[in-house]
């Protein structure tokens, strides 16, 4: 009969001792039983160690069952039930079927959450990477595996929404342990209408991403317990995916609006604009609250327009400058509105400063082209060199697609370069007062290396409009 993990170790002599025999840490053994499973890789070590039979390690109980089958299983045939243990399904449109445990809110019989499967590398602040709208369209894999540690407050929010359509995470959703803590992350979840799932080997799964690109997949977590994988790999199958797909329209704000927080600093909370502020416009592709604070907090008096706003809408505020903010979607597809507009801010001098879906915007604004990527772009430890500089700064970042430098026109020049794959991060225009970065140059969540940036915009509204 299979013996359990805790069985396994106590014949190899204690963690100790197990630690030491396969050539690992205790950390590691401490991991087997938390998944109830020991990799297949060490299994020649424990057989020659313990003399058991390769049975005894081959998991049995509903429990060990029912964890193996959520790391990953290519299923054969449809099933209305899932294995022992499992309550929420994430079916990859390859046909692959990660079975685990559902949190958040269930997902109605025809209404299971679709969309690009990414995985974001952040150690820290999945509140606010949730409600980033430029993770509109995508259901996001953290592969930091401690999701939920710290609940939720209302402060964190980098939107009025979650604009994710589903998470994927390793451990189990643990109770928050943090004083500033107002709800547990599932509780959240299910306020919003989102779905997610734990249990799921989140490192095979990255590392599929990650050799493969991103694909489509289906979240579903059914209150009635019952699924239909062939439904759901046809729905998956069928979804267009987002490339040639205009999301900003479905994240960007109804009317025109003021912004005059600026950031947050411990104890006293979100800082006084200062005395001097600039008058900018900040064009709504999906910006992120903290993005807004950090213009407040560089100097100006922001005012915020739809994505859809005309030159002559924006134009219309008297800015002394124009900022492009970050989004979701296809830049190519986003750009049928939002092009001519910058066209003719541009046209009107004003100095412009765009990030992420905004640096691409203008690169089309500006003559050049987009493409998607194979692998896109999104945590917050993502090194970025200033070309100007030498200077490496550590970024946060989403973006599924970039700017093709080979397409930048005479008098445009490049500012920025990624250092993971040698993509564009960054541009500048030599006629005219533009730039852009395609990383969210502030801290929340991630480092605080690029603020600079902000205060380079304010530089530059100063020197086109030296009376402001």
């Known amino acids: 009969m299979p013996m359990t993990v805790e069985n396994i170790i106590e014949r190899l002599g204690g963690a100790d001792n197990a630690a030491r025999l396969a050539g690992v840490s205790t950390e590691a053994i401490r991991k087997w039983r938390q998944a109830r499973a020991i990799p297949p890789k060490h299994w020649t070590v424990i057989l020659r160690q313990t003399g058991l039979a390769l049975s005894d390690l081959q998991p049995d109980s509903a429990s060990d069952r029912a964890e193996t089958q959520m790391t990953a299983s290519p299923p054969s045939a449809p099933s209305a039930a899932p294995p022992a243990g499992a309550t929420a399904a994430l079916v990859l449109a390859d046909g692959t079927v990660l079975w685990g445990r559902g949190f958040g809110a269930h997902t109605p019989a025809q209404g299971a959450a679709i969309g690009e499967l990414c995985f974001s590398t952040g150690m820290t602040g999945y509140q606010e990477t949730l409600t980033d709208p430029s993770f509109a369209g995508q259901i ?180 002394e400058g124009v900022f492009l903010s970050n989004g979701p979607g296809d830049p190519a597809a986003t750009a049928a509105y939002a092009v001519p507009a910058i066209r003719g801010v541009l046209d009107a001098g004003k100095p412009v400063f765009g990030i992420c879906l905004g640096h691409q915007l203008l690169a089309l604004a500006l003559g050049a082209r987009t493409y998607k990527l194979a692998r896109g772009h999104r945590g917050a430890n993502q090194p970025v060199k200033d070309l100007s500089t030498g200077r490496v700064e550590i970024t946060s970042q989403n973006h599924g697609f970039a700017v093709d430098e080979a397409s930048l026109p005479e008098g445009v020049r490049v500012t920025h370069t990624s250092l993971f794959d040698g993509s564009n991060e960054g541009l500048a225009s030599d006629r005219l007062p533009a730039f852009s970065v395609q990383y969210h140059p502030e801290a929340s969540p991630g480092p605080s290396d690029s603020f600079y940036l902000f205060e380079r915009f304010v530089a530059l509204i100063d020197r086109t409009t030296p009376t402001a």
């Open 140 to 319: 996001i894999t953290f592969t930091f595996p401690h999701i939920g540690n710290v609940g939720t407050n209302d402060e964190d929010d980098e939107a009025a929404r979650i604009a994710a359509r589903g998470l994927v995470v390793k451990q189990d959703l643990t109770e928050p342990a943090s004083w500033r803590a107002a709800r547990p992350l599932g509780a959240w979840l299910a306020t919003q209408g989102v779905p997610g799932i734990c249990g799921v080997d989140t490192r095979a799964l990255t590392l599929r991403l990650r050799a493969g690109g991103p694909q489509t997949a289906i979240l579903a977590y059914p209150a009635d317990g019952l699924f239909d994988l062939d439904d759901l790999r046809a729905r998956a199958v069928a979804w267009p995916g987002l490339e040639g797909m205009d999301l900003a329209k479905d994240v960007t704000c109804a009317a025109a609006y003021s912004w005059d927080q600026g950031t947050w600093t411990w104890p006293h909370g979100t800082q006084a604009p200062p005395a001097r502020r600039r008058r900018v416009v900040a064009v709504d592709y999906g910006a992120k609250r903290n993005i807004l604070r950090c213009l407040v907090s560089a100097g100006c008096d922001v005012t915020i327009v739809p994505a859809t706003a005309t030159a002559a809408e924006i134009l219309s505020h008297d800015p």
